[in-house]
């Protein structure tokens, strides 16, 4: 006669925020809407957008589609560039490509544009820490890459140096968004020398222990 043998116990469900996933996870979409409000804050400083929101920004004003649109459609954009480079997107990529560009909408819908030099300053400053914050919780998270941090790498990984690609496709964007009647000002040169020591002082804050990073903090979204 055979002994009956005892189901083992189920393990007691672990807590959404103990669970490893369930932290990126809130990393990850945390830091997209943080990033998504810091656009829309320096859209209306007006004075002046990080070099891809140059580019955004001289679209919409080409265009009848809002701002946030400009952002997904550039994002979709973008990724087809990433076939031919073999890289692959991950859920934050995805929601990188998506989120921002409906909170960006969101944002400049209920946040008026600055009328007095003090709030534009305010808004400026407050926009490109808000961004090094929010960039340091979305690539923390470890979940991809945004679409424009996958193109730099993807071309850096053809043997190309990673300051002379984003360098190079920065000025490319930048100039186009300019072109197009985007603005540069004060506010694209503080995010293009801040956005890095921000982003990297926020990495080492955010990270989750014994997870990497997919890409390096870059001044695009």
């Given at each position: 006669?055979?002994?009956p043998?005892?189901t083992?116990p189920?393990?007691?469900?672990?807590?959404?925020?103990?669970?490893?996933?369930?932290?990126?996870?809130v990393l990850?979409f945390?830091g997209?809407?943080?990033f998504?409000?810091s656009?829309?804050?320096?859209v209306?400083?007006g004075l002046?957008?990080?070099?891809w929101?140059v580019?955004?920004?001289?679209?919409a004003?080409r265009t009848?589609?809002?701002?946030g649109t400009?952002v997904?459609?550039?994002?979709?954009?973008?990724l087809?560039?990433?076939?031919?480079?073999?890289e692959?997107?991950g859920?934050?990529?995805?929601?990188?490509?998506?989120?921002i560009?409906?909170?960006v909408?969101?944002?400049?819908?209920?946040?008026?544009?600055?009328?007095?030099?003090?709030?534009?300053?305010?808004?400026?400053?407050?926009?490109?820490?808000?961004n090094g914050?929010?960039?340091?919780?979305y690539?923390?998270?470890g979940?991809?890459p945004?679409p424009?941090?996958?193109?730099?790498?993807g071309?850096?990984?053809?043997?190309?140096?990673?300051?002379?690609v984003?360098?190079g496709?920065?000025?490319?964007?930048?100039?186009?968004?300019?072109?197009?009647?985007?603005?540069?000002?004060i506010?694209?040169?503080?995010?293009?020398l801040?956005i890095?020591?921000?982003?990297q002082?926020?990495?080492?804050?955010?990270t989750?222990?014994?997870?990497?990073t997919t890409a390096e903090?870059?001044a695009?979204?």
């Amino acid at each position: 006669m055979s002994t009956p043998t005892s189901t083992p116990p189920r393990p007691a469900p672990r807590p959404f925020l103990r669970d490893r996933m369930g932290r990126r996870l809130v990393l990850l979409f945390v830091g997209l809407l943080l990033f998504g409000i810091s656009l829309g804050m320096m859209v209306q400083a007006g004075l002046g957008v990080g070099p891809w929101d140059v580019l955004h920004q001289g679209l919409a004003l080409r265009t009848a589609w809002s701002f946030g649109t400009i952002v997904i459609v550039a994002s979709v954009a973008v990724l087809l560039l990433w076939i031919p480079l073999r890289e692959r997107p991950g859920i934050g990529t995805i929601a990188n490509a998506i989120v921002i560009g409906l909170v960006v909408d969101a944002t400049l819908q209920v946040l008026p544009p600055a009328t007095t030099t003090a709030s534009q300053w305010s808004l400026m400053v407050s926009g490109v820490v808000l961004n090094g914050l929010a960039t340091g919780l979305y690539i923390g998270a470890g979940l991809g890459p945004g679409p424009r941090d996958g193109l730099m790498t993807g071309l850096a990984a053809r043997g190309y140096p990673v300051s002379t690609v984003r360098t190079g496709i920065e000025l490319v964007v930048l100039a186009c968004g300019w072109l197009l009647g985007g603005t540069v000002g004060i506010g694209t040169v503080a995010f293009a020398l801040a956005i890095g020591p921000l982003a990297q002082l926020f990495l080492g804050w955010f990270t989750l222990a014994d997870l990497p990073t997919t890409a390096e903090p870059s001044a695009a979204s």
